[in-house]
Nanobody, 120 residues
Framework: QVQLVESGGGLVQPGGSLRLSCVAS????????MAWYRQAPGKEREMVAT???????NYAGSVKGRFTIARDDAKNTVYLQMNNLKPEDTAVYYC??????????????WGKGTLVTVSS
């Protein structure tokens, strides 16, 4: 089994910054794409940023230029640096990983989420 555990959420004022982390652990052979999604109250879950195994990144238009996704494969960790946060960034942020798991092959996992609240 594989677990994804997010951390780094919290309350921040508009214009502030937060850094989210997500650590993958378990019977992992390799990790392909890692991603961050978010779900605001009353809204559907949406992609925020993705990063491939080669380091290619993709961002939602609403966060481009403010958020940066990065990964550390030695630590099976993906990060999301969030700058110039806005109230509309308030949401539960979820980590997602597409990976190859011992005994199961290619699988996809979600973390349980971390809450980010942007408010004065």
């Amino acid at each position: 089994q594989v677990q994804l555990v997010e951390s780094g959420g919290g309350l921040v004022q508009p214009g502030g910054s937060l850094r989210l982390s997500c650590v993958a652990s378990g019977s992992i052979v390799s990790i392909y794409t890692m991603a961050w999604y978010r779900q605001a109250p009353g809204k559907e879950r949406e992609m925020v940023a993705t990063i491939s195994s080669s380091g290619s990144t993709n961002y939602a238009g609403s966060v481009k230029g403010r958020f940066t996704i990065a990964r550390d494969d030695a630590k099976n960790t993906v990060y999301l640096q969030m700058n110039n946060l806005k109230p509309e960034d308030t949401a539960v942020y979820y980590c997602n990983a597409d990976l190859f798991e011992i005994g199961r092959g290619r699988t996809n996992y979600w973390g349980k989420g971390t809450l980010v609240t942007v408010s004065s």
